[in-house]
């Protein structure tokens, strides 16, 4: 069957910028797999996106004008409803042939098939391919449902009574299969091939396309419109290096505003601005802030990254003198950065000192009380962890630290950028001449911020960060604000992961149920609800629910650090996290030196595990007896694990999982000889209670370093 390639195109007015992205991508997606479905399209036509600031289009390659016939086999009835004792048709079946457009002829036709528990009486048909026309008015219907739209508008037709729905007024539709309109409509709309240019650069006010495939070339040429969102993007960045090279500087770098302002121009053009040099005493971080945020240039920064009164433009027009323009833009900015400059002078004529009892005006939580409150409990927490870390030093650092953390709050820096929160506690710390440890840790206390951060810098910003973020954790879990599902408003998976990504990759080596402990005692009493209970029954008391909850977290940590689910949880149950990584490096290392014996090991030990929890052995005597050993696969398993038992635990309790698990590797061949060779369930009790015991030792052996049952196959 021919087939043309298809354009569709939906003109509106200005479209959400940090939504453009996301709906030009569901608008391509959505067509296609409805065009698709419906087989007017192959599985391997190439699929072009569109999206401007006023455009979402899609563009098909190998669209059929009609979807070829495809035979059916349709279910009708069960048999007992359609066929009689005598195998006659029904009423009811002869009503449902005639629905279909057949008459009892077509009883011969149908076929008995399997139904569930039942038979079904199945006719084959042959279903008509839908028209081009049918089949894209379907796909623009659902994918007009389906868009992801962040808010939807009401506007009124040019007939003045007809309402439509839509995110922006839409104002034109295109639908173009080869140089033919298809004749589609949509939000009051009927498809042509017409479309509008660039609003101010266009060479004329319309271009009638030509056909699907001149689409990007004529908006290009005739409409000065690059219509490819990745190709504008890519143009942006190429413009924006050019300029920044030209100055011998680069440009910040910020996917999520380069995706912005691509998302608000059809025909960028990057321009050059500056301003003035007092500028730069004010912290760059509160300059760049406010030219991104609020101005959406693009900072320029030197060799050293340090910000330089520079800046550029992403322009959405091209004049033959762009001095007004720049001129424009500057005159823009500068009120801007006088702001900054008026708040950071401000601020430090307070310290932040003067501003804690502020905090106690400050609602945290309606149930866990003031930020003051909250601030109190976070340096009691930072301190009983610095306690446990045995520097006294730097318990004193941590108090101060914890104490001023949060005091930036109440600055009218952070009041105009909350993004700025920390940083601006460093700054005016050490304005004020404070010990950079305290002053970095002030600005860290909030680390990772988001996947993939950095973390504090110093130990001082870690446990601070870890006081904040566990107090956060344990005050929500105790109050009952538990994530469920894909909501979490308070952040509470990112906490936890933020916890353990500091607990390992720091290697502090506190267990997560003494951190936990520590901070549920610095709560007051009666704040928190410390069981959680099914009934009357307690299931479970806080600190247990909160280290699952973490412990779930760190299998989906170790996933993304490069380990399997199974080998994620052969250590998260038994270990500190900052032991995760080296436990899990020795179980490779092991893996990959013996791989037969290793998995001989995994497998018994499962083996006995499961032998052990089913066995009903008394719990008062787990040590076994080697005189009451009969068989000689028992005794060499009985010697030969406490050969090796007080060496492996010492090379483990001293951090040495490598060695220790391939010493233990070597208990492999004597556990498969034992179970090649004993009956472990023994007549006699005496004789099968010791080898239970048996089991119990040489798990306590295999599992020094990893649970190795969860590693077997």
């Known amino acids: 069957m021919a087939t043309q390639n298809l354009l569709i195109e939906l003109f509106v007015e200005e479209l959400p910028p940090k939504a453009l992205k996301k709906l030009g991508e569901a608008f391509s997606s959505t067509v296609f797999e409805s065009l698709k479905a419906q087989g007017l399209a192959s599985e391997n036509a190439v699929v072009t996106a569109f999206a401007t600031p006023r455009r979402l289009a899609v563009h098909v390659t190998a669209v059929s004008a009609q979807a070829a016939d495809k035979n059916i086999s349709q279910k009708l009835m069960p048999v007992s409803v359609g066929l009689d004792a005598n195998g006659n048709a029904t009423p009811a079946l002869i009503k449902r042939l005639q629905g279909l457009g057949l008459d009892e002829t077509a009883v011969a036709k149908l076929s008995k098939q399997p139904d569930g528990k039942n038979e079904a009486l199945f006719i084959e048909l042959t279903q008509t391919g839908a028209s081009l026309q049918t089949g894209l008015q379907k796909a623009l219907d659902e994918t007009l449902a389906k868009l992801p739209i962040p808010k939807v508008m009401t506007y009124q037709l040019a007939d003045g009574w007809s309402n439509v729905n839509f995110v922006r007024p839409a104002h034109g539709l295109v639908a173009l299969h080869g140089s033919e309109v298809v004749p589609v409509t949509a939000l009051g709309l009927t498809a042509g091939n017409i479309t509008n ?263 001082t910003g870690l446990v601070v960060a870890l006081a904040d973020k566990l107090e956060t954790l344990v005050g929500m879990f105790g109050i009952g604000n538990i994530p469920t599902g894909d909501k979490d408003p308070f952040a509470l998976r990112r906490h936890a992961l933020g916890i353990l990504r500091m607990l390992s990759e720091k290697k502090l080596t506190i267990s997560l149920e003494q951190l936990l402990k520590t901070t549920i005692a610095n709560f007051p009493d009666g704040l928190l609800q410390l069981e959680f209970k099914d009934g009357n029954v307690v299931v479970m008391p806080l600190w247990t629910k909160l280290q699952f909850f973490l412990q779930e977290r760190a299998t989906g940590y170790l996933k993304d650090t490069g380990y399997t689910n199974q080998e994620a949880e052969s250590v998260i149950y038994m270990a500190t996290p900052a032991e995760y990584i080296s436990r899990l490096e020795a179980v490779k290392k092991a893996r990959a030196s013996f791989p037969a014996e290793f998995d001989l090991l995994a497998n018994a030990d499962k083996r006995a595990r499961n032998i052990i929890n089913k066995s009903g052995m008394p719990s008062e005597v787990l040590t076994a007896n080697l005189n009451i050993c009969t068989e000689d696969a028992e005794k060499s398993l009985l010697i030969k694990t406490r050969e090796l038992r007080n060496e492996v635990n010492e090379l483990a309790n001293n951090g040495n999982f490598n060695d220790a698990l391939l010493l233990t590797v070597q208990i492999s061949n004597p556990v498969t000889a034992f179970f090649d060779s004993v009956m472990v369930n023994a007549d006699d009790e005496a004789t099968r209670f010791n080898r239970f015991r048996i089991l119990h030792e040489v798990t306590g052996l295999t599992n020094r370093v990893a649970d190795l049952s969860k590693l077997a196959s």
Not at 407 to 425: C, K, N, R, S
């Open 197 to 459: 240019g660039h609003r101010f650069e266009a060479k004329q006010p319309t271009i009638t396309l030509k056909n699907a495939n001149s689409y990007a070339e004529q908006l290009k040429n005739e409409g000065a419109v690059i219509a490819s969102y990745e190709e504008r993007r890519a143009e942006i960045v190429r413009q924006l290096n050019a300029a920044a090279a030209k100055e011998n500087l680069k440009p910040i770098e910020d996917e999520a505003l380069l995706d912005e302002v691509n998302s608000l121009v059809e025909l960028p053009n990057v321009l050059l601005g500056q301003f003035e040099k007092e500028f730069l005493e004010v912290p760059q971080e509160c300059l760049i802030l406010t030219m991104k945020a609020n101005q959406k240039y693009f900072p320029l920064l030197d060799a050293s990254g340090k910000l330089t009164n520079k800046f550029l433009i992403v322009s959405n027009i091209k004049p033959a003198d762009a001095s007004a323009v720049i001129g424009g833009n500057e005159r823009v900015v500068r009120p801007r950065l006088a702001d900054a400059k008026f708040f950071f002078d401000q601020d430090r004529k307070k310290t932040l000192e003067s501003r804690l009892d502020g905090l106690d005006k400050v609602v945290y939580h309606n149930k866990l009380g003031s930020q003051g409150e909250r601030n109190t409990r976070v340096v009691s927490i930072a301190k009983a962890i610095a306690e446990q870390l045995g520097d006294a030093k730097q318990v004193e650092n941590v108090a101060l630290a914890a104490r001023l953390s949060k005091a930036d709050l109440l600055t009218d820096m952070v009041g105009e950028f909350p993004e700025l929160q920390g940083i601006m506690g460093r700054y005016y710390a050490q304005h004020e001449k404070l010990d950079n440890d305290v002053a970095f840790a002030i600005e860290d206390h909030y680390k990772p911020r988001f996947a993939g951060d950095t973390l504090p810098r110093s130990q």
